[in-house]
């Protein structure tokens, strides 16, 4: 008798019809595969933006440092331009003065863009969430 029923299944199997145990079995071990191999790209593609932001970030403040070199440059440049009509002290407190009324207006405006932002909670979606709350208290109930 186990002669008839080993043959059965490797009839089975030449068939192609095997035990749905063993489908379900071989299909939750491949799902798990391919979760698992899409899970190691995901993290291989994470780690190469990760680079790639870190090396533009460095970039982004060397050209930050560079910048503000240029700008030291451009207000000596406005320094001495004004000296040749006027005494060097007063061209450099014109200059100072200018970028003093600059800075300013850019305390002012950035004031007024954190005060809109305030409070640093996302409004729309505490609502939300409340609002899911109620509901499922509300299925609960019925």
Do not use: C
């Not at 035990?19 to 780690?47: D, I, N, W, Y």
Request: cysteine-free; charged content about 25%; hydrophobic content about 45%.
């Amino acid at each position: 008798m186990p002669d008839t029923r080993q043959h059965a299944e490797a009839e089975r199997r030449d068939i192609g019809q095997e035990p749905v145990g063993e489908l379900v079995q071989r299909a939750s071990h491949q799902l798990t595969e391919l979760v698992r191999g899409e899970l190691r790209l995901a993290q291989a593609e994470m780690k190469e933006k990760g680079r790639r932001y870190g090396r533009g970030s460095g970039m982004f403040g060397g050209a930050g440092v560079v910048g503000f070199l240029m700008l030291q440059a451009l207000v000596a440049a406005a320094v001495a331009g004004l000296a040749v009509a006027l005494p060097v002290w007063a061209a450099a407190l014109i200059v100072a003065g200018v970028l003093g009324a600059i800075a300013a207006v850019l305390t002012a405006r950035g004031r007024r863009q954190f005060g809109r932002a305030a409070p640093p909670t996302p409004a729309r979606t505490v609502e939300n969430l409340k609002a899911d709350v109620a509901e499922i208290k509300e299925s609960a109930r019925r």
